[in-house]
């Protein structure tokens, strides 16, 4: 069984920055992509970056590239997000995903098999 627990969330003013990280239990941590999704109030979970298993190839959704940074540490089976220079509209629910199912990064909810709980990120105008 896979386990993610998503911490780093908060309130953050626009320009400001938010790092969440993602620990995952379970084996095999270096063959899963790793993905961050968000979800806003009234909105459809959507991507916003994913790293392949050894960090050599990551995707950001348009919205935050140049902004948010994804990163990972296999040896201590963690996932990072580094968010900069925060938008009102980065507001949202950010979920932490794997996908085992594939070395392929993708962008989609339903490529990924495992979901954290969630961590709420609200950037205040």
């Known amino acids: 069984q896979v386990q993610l627990i998503e911490s780093g969330g908060g309130l953050v003013q626009a320009g400001g920055s938010l790092s969440l990280s993602c620990e995952v239990s379970g084996r095999a941590f270096t063959a899963y992509v790793m993905g961050w999704f968000r979800q806003a109030p009234g909105k459809e979970r959507e991507f916003v970056a994913a790293i392949n298993w050894d960090g050599g190839r990551t995707q950001y959704t348009d919205s935050v590239k140049g902004r948010f940074t994804i990163s990972r540490d296999n040896a201590k089976k963690t996932v990072h997000l580094q968010m900069n220079n925060m938008k009102p509209e980065d507001t949202a629910v950010y979920y932490c995903?794997?996908?085992?199912?594939?070395?392929?990064?993708?962008?989609?909810?339903?490529?990924?098999?495992?979901w954290g709980q969630g961590t709420q990120v609200t950037v205040s105008s």
């Open positions: 995903a794997v996908r085992y199912l594939g070395y392929d990064i993708q962008v989609t909810v339903g490529a990924y098999q495992y």
